[in-house]
């Protein structure tokens, strides 16, 4: 008799759990995916001088290094961001009436990463004092490559082109307060910019 009490008990208890268990609420969200908080370095910069021509202020979180698949480019540089798992790439070419196809280049490589942008933003620059002209261009979206590029140009005689590349597959609504972050690090570097 006691077992057939026990028995009846332990049904009733798993008849109660599964009907408590089964809630009407359709509501329910998952926790949205947590990132880890990442502490930025304070703003201080120093000047390069050894590539032949130009010189400019970088951060002092990073450090520059030829780059490894032009060997024979003297004046072609990576700006490494270990800190952040990224680099601002850096390219030189020789203006000898060709200005117009370096930048026609610098649009094909723009068109390339617009298929992932959400949107695209431009800036002129334009630093008469040290003859420095070019365009900044921004790209917002999550998957793109390269968020900022720009090119910097004498006009007459030097063309350089510069990209920001992660080293990792891009999730940039995430990376935004990095990225805002470089930026300000891209300005500097393009205001103290100079051609030798």
């Not at 026609?104 to 431009?122: I, S, W």
């Not at 597959?169 to 100079?194: A, C, G, K, V, Y």
Request: hydrophobic share 35%.
């Amino acid at each position: 008799m006691m077992k057939n009490k026990l028995s009846i008990l332990f049904v009733a208890l798993a008849i109660a759990f599964v009907a408590n268990s089964c809630d009407d609420n359709d509501n329910y969200l998952p926790k949205p995916r947590g990132y880890f908080r990442i502490d930025l370095p304070e703003k201080s910069y120093t000047r390069v001088d050894t590539i032949e021509k130009y010189s400019f202020q970088y951060p002092e979180y990073a450090f520059i290094t030829p780059d490894p698949y032009s060997p024979n480019e003297k004046n072609w540089v990576n700006i490494e961001l270990p800190q952040f798992k990224g680099s601002i790439h850096l390219t030189h070419k020789t203006v000898n009436d060709n200005l117009g196809e370096y930048l026609e280049d610098v649009h094909t490589m723009v068109k390339k990463h617009l298929q992932k942008a959400n949107g695209v933003r431009d800036s002129l620059i334009v630093n008469e004092e040290h003859q420095v002209y070019g365009l900044f261009i921004e790209m917002d979206g999550k998957g793109v490559a390269t968020p900022m590029q720009f090119y910097l140009t004498d006009s007459t005689k030097n063309f350089v082109r510069g990209a920001l590349y992660f080293n990792f597959l891009p999730n940039n609504d995430s990376m935004q307060p990095i990225i805002n972050f470089i930026r300000e690090d891209i300005d500097h570097m393009i205001n103290t910019f100079e051609w030798k």
